[in-house]
Each structure stands twice: as structure tokens, then as C-alpha cells.
């Protein structure tokens, strides 16, 4: 008895996930069809990246690179290291490559929106 009811335990466990995971893709499917459309993605969600520019004489000047995203400087410390956040739908890549062009890599590093990696 104690068995069948793990068993139908886990069973509805499974379905509520099954049943989130496809109303999740739904919704993602009609808000990416919506943009799309309208060409309109202000206000949307967009992974945050974490972009640490280092031994910095002043806060490095992001807006000239607006068409990356939406830049917030989140902090800075006494060594001159800036730390922004980038919301944008671009690829860690395509912000490295980018930023490469002023600075030199060892100036500068990309973290996943993840958090998981540096590139």
C-alpha cells in the first residue's frame, strides 16, 4: 500500500512537471511570435551578463555600445575594476568580439547569465 502511494506520488509529480514544462514552452513560443510581429522588445526579459572591466583610469564610457543592450554599472572598487550588468539576447561571443575591438582581452571579461563561466 505504502508503494502504490510513492507510485502515485511520484506519477503526479511527473505530470505537474510534463504539464509546467509544456505551458512554459507554450508561452515562450507566443511571446518570441508577439516580438516578432511588433519588432518591439523593450520591457521583454533578457539574460544579464556580468562584464568586469579591469585596472580602469575611469568608468569605462558604454554608450557607444547601446545597441548591445541595457548597460548598469553594478559596482566599482579602489583598483579601478568596474563591474557592469548587460541585459541583452546577444551571445557571450558576439559581447567579447565587441568589446575586443577598444579593449584588450585581459582588460576586460564576459561572464555567462548563468554565472557559470568567464569567456
Not at 35 to 40: A, F, H, S
Not at 78 to 87: N, S, T
Not at 99 to 111: I, M, N, P, T, Y
Request: charged share 20%.
Amino acid at each position: 500500500m505504502l508503494l502504490l502511494g510513492l507510485a502515485l506520488g511520484a506519477g503526479v509529480m511527473v505530470a505537474g512537471i510534463i504539464v509546467g514544462v509544456r505551458t512554459a514552452i507554450r508561452c515562450h513560443r507566443e511571446v518570441c511570435r508577439l516580438i516578432r510581429i511588433t519588432g518591439d522588445d523593450h520591457e521583454t526579459w533578457k539574460p544579464t551578463f556580468h562584464v568586469l572591466f579591469k585596472h580602469q583610469h575611469a568608468a569605462p564610457d558604454t554608450t557607444c555600445w547601446d545597441d548591445l543592450g541595457s548597460w548598469q554599472l553594478a559596482l566599482h572598487n579602489q583598483r579601478g575594476d568596474y563591474y557592469f550588468e548587460l541585459k541583452t539576447t546577444l551571445s557571450e561571443l558576439e559581447i567579447t568580439n565587441t568589446l575586443a575591438q577598444r579593449f584588450s582581452k585581459q582588460d576586460f571579461s564576459v561572464v555567462s547569465w548563468l554565472g557559470l563561466y568567464v569567456v
